[in-house]
């Protein structure tokens, strides 16, 4: 099959797409934000997909507690699984029992996580997948990382080989799989790394992680640590109108060229990077999804 060129991406787009895109995505809190999902009830569609991070030190109960209250707040709780610390198998039941049982979960997120060393038996979320155990708790979904500008940490290649691994390892167990990316800052990276996928008959959806609304420096800072790659540099543009209310900084301009290229069938959505500004960020979604804005003539978005 002739993969579409990139450089067609023309820079007209329905802002009807837009505000799909923005309805359909999925976001991202952590336990910390579970104070403000009345509030979130008001903004967010029901059943939207709510991605609960794990961060460090945190206990695999207050991640499935937050699961819970994601739950019973109307949405679709989707918890991060860091595999390196996982201690046991016995924990990886665990935790896959209580996910399933109390809060109802129906995929996870499993990520290697940024640590050097296992402190337990898996290294990698290809091996816990081979494990059998998330169709063994009755799930049927699973997300799993994508890098389309690789890792610092590990050569590219190796990135690429893990990425496709995943995808056929959970095609193979019946599991509808997600390749869910790190956050960037420029469109061509991703756009060539899901055209490169499909061209290799990777059949797993791919969402593009955007970062929300939030100042430059914190934008840098969770940027740097994360280890985003050269898009990193588009921070230094100025930026627009869109978030002038709740933040310094938005992902207008990538927006409105990954919605024009959306007809090409390269992605399946978004997903919504919060760093901490969970409940502005779903103000902000309210506004997107309900067209509140127009397109600007600097590439942009400013609400109305």
């Not at 790394?193 to 430059?216: D, F, H, K, M, Q």
Request: aromatic share 6%; charged share 25%; proline share 6%.
């Amino acid at each position: 099959m002739t993969q579409p060129k990139l450089e067609s991406l023309g820079p007209s787009v329905d802002p009807a797409n837009i505000a799909r895109l923005a309805r359909e995505c999925s976001i991202e809190m952590n336990v910390q934000d579970a104070r403000h999902l009345p509030r979130a009830r008001e903004l967010l569609s029901p059943g939207k997909k709510v991605y609960v991070s794990h961060l460090p030190k945190q206990t695999w109960q207050e991640t499935i507690d937050a699961c819970r209250e994601v739950r019973e707040a109307g949405f679709e709780p989707v918890p991060h699984l860091p595999v390196r610390l996982l201690e046991s198998e016995r924990i990886l039941e665990e935790f896959l029992r209580d996910a399933t049982h109390r809060a109802e979960v129906a995929e996870i997120l499993l990520i290697s996580g940024d640590y050097p060393q296992a402190i337990g038996p898996y290294s990698s979320v290809a091996e816990v997948l081979r494990t059998g155990k998330l169709s063994e708790h009755g799930l049927r979904r699973v997300s799993m990382a994508g890098h389309p500008e690789g890792h610092p940490k590990v050569v590219l290649e190796e990135i690429r080989r893990a990425e496709r691994e995943k995808a056929q390892i959970a095609e193979a167990a019946g599991l509808q799989a997600t390749l869910l990316t790190q956050f960037f800052f420029e469109a061509p990276p991703f756009l060539e790394w899901a055209a490169g996928l499909r061209a290799e008959g990777v059949g797993a959806r791919l969402v593009a992680g955007l970062a929300g609304p939030a100042n430059i420096a914190t934008l840098l800072r969770y940027a740097v640590r994360c280890g985003v790659g050269p898009s990193i540099r588009a921070l230094g543009a100025r930026p627009t109108s869109l978030v002038k209310l709740i933040g310094d900084h938005g992902p207008e301009k990538l927006m409105r060229t990954l919605a024009a290229g959306s007809h090409l069938g390269l992605y399946d959505g978004w997903h919504i990077f919060t760093f901490g500004g969970f409940s502005r960020t779903c103000e902000w979604l309210k506004r997107l999804s309900g067209g509140e804005f127009t397109l600007d003539q600097h590439g942009g978005l400013s609400f109305d």
